[in-house]
């Protein structure tokens, strides 16, 4: 049996990232990948660059197989270098193969053809997350039905498509296929739309969609899928019935756990399937980690990389990062226009029992929205009134995205809200807009 100091099983960019830190400090280590279209994980090659790809062209107006093609181009290049990166290391041995416990420090590779025995003192799962199919009756079946990653492979842009979940994936996907040409239906089993989200903020969202004639099912719960000729036929609960030529399943993405043989070990999962960590990311077996979208919780490739650069810093003992001291995570759905939110809502803070100043405003009372000739979007602040930091912000309309970044870090470094809403910043700009934002 091959001995290695670190088994790590998933190639994705959290694995990557400790791989590299692992072997800068002369540790020998397997890399377990499943599939040779996967190096370098999820998000180098079926969730944020290819997507973000097609998004960009889709909005410079490009034809569909010209973005289609480029989006393949540049995934392949990535990937390329992902492989490479790995493969010339002289401290990595890399397994295309699927892996699996065989107890709690051994693993067991299936290549195909062989199998082989692993064994090491320190493992690390990042075999990430997997599309969440729900028990609605046809959906195995019925032929039209595709999940984020093979919807993005299509030559062709449906002409009508339906969108069963109107979260991130759902939100980004009607964005990208409307502006490509497809007529989009969004399903929601929810009786709001985006609703964990600043009410006035998601109704400006929502308003934004339905004038670009995305139609939005809220209330909706899928109970039938069928074909009917050659589309897909979707029956709701409510006896409404839409026919489709393409059907996106975005009903959410569960830890990718199916594979790991789990039950062979002394691993505990949570009661939502995710593997179950403490502060240092550690499974309930020592010196047995998890990292990223398998542990459960945020599914963001920031996240995963930040546990691989934690987790590396408690094995080699080079600092004493915790989870929990994590700051504020900021998430973007890359619409167009951009939504972005970091922190806390009006009702989460005051749910909290903080006193609170809030305020809007419009995008439309910017120079920049002169400039680029788009009034859309709104922006929200709710700030702490007793101490003047930024409790949240949710942000939609152009550069969201991007300014987002702005406020967590005024906010983990604890600065007022005055800072911004009297910082001197370059002109005509949407930064200028946080002047007015946080005048409260
Ligand atoms: C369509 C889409 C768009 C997204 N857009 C964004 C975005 O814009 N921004 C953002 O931050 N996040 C985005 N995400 C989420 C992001 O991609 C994930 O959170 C991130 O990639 C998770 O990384 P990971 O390291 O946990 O797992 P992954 O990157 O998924 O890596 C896990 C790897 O493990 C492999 N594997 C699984 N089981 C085994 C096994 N038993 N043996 C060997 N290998 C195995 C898999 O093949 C995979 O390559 C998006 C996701 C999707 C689906
Ligand atoms: N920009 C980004 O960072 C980005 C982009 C895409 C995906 N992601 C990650 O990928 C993960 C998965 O995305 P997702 O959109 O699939 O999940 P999600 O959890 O964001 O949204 C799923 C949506 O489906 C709805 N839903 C569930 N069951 C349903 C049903 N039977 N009928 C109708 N609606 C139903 C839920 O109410 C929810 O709104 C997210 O957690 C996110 O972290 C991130």
Partial sequence: MKKYDAIIIGFGQGARTLATKLTANEWNVALIEKNEWMYGGSCVNIGCIPTKILEHDAREQKDYATALKRKNDVTKRNRNTEFTSMQKNERVDLYTGTGAFKSNH?????????????EAEYIFIDTGSESNYPP??????????YNSTELQTLPEVPKNLGIIGAGNIGLEFASIYEMFGSKVTLFETGEQFMPKEEREVAEAVQKVLTDKAIDIQLNARVNKLSNENE?????????????????????????NTAYLNLDDTDIVMDEKGGIEVNDYLETAVEHVFALGDVRGGYQFTYITINDAKLIADYVLDKGDRKRSERQHVPYSIFMEPSFARV??????AKDEGYQVLT???????????????D????YKAVVNKETNEILGVTLFGDQAHELVNQVKMAMDNHIPYTYLRDQVVTHPVMSEIFNTLFDM
């Fill in 106 to 118: 051994i693993i067991t590779v299936d290549l195909g053809d062989k199998k082989e025995e692993l």
């Fill in 359 to 373: 305020n809007m405003a419009p995008v439309s009372g910017t120079t920049r929205s002169d400039v680029i000739n």
């Fill in 136 to 145: 609605i009756e046809g959906i195995k079946e019925t032929r039209g039905i």
């Fill in 231 to 255: 589309q897909v036929k979707i029956e709701t609960e409510e006896d409404d019935s839409f026919l489709f030529d393409a059907v996106l399943i975005a009903t959410g993405r569960k830890p």
């Fill in 375 to 378: 009034t859309r979007g709104l």
């Fill in 343 to 348: 922190g806390l809502t009006e009702t989460e």
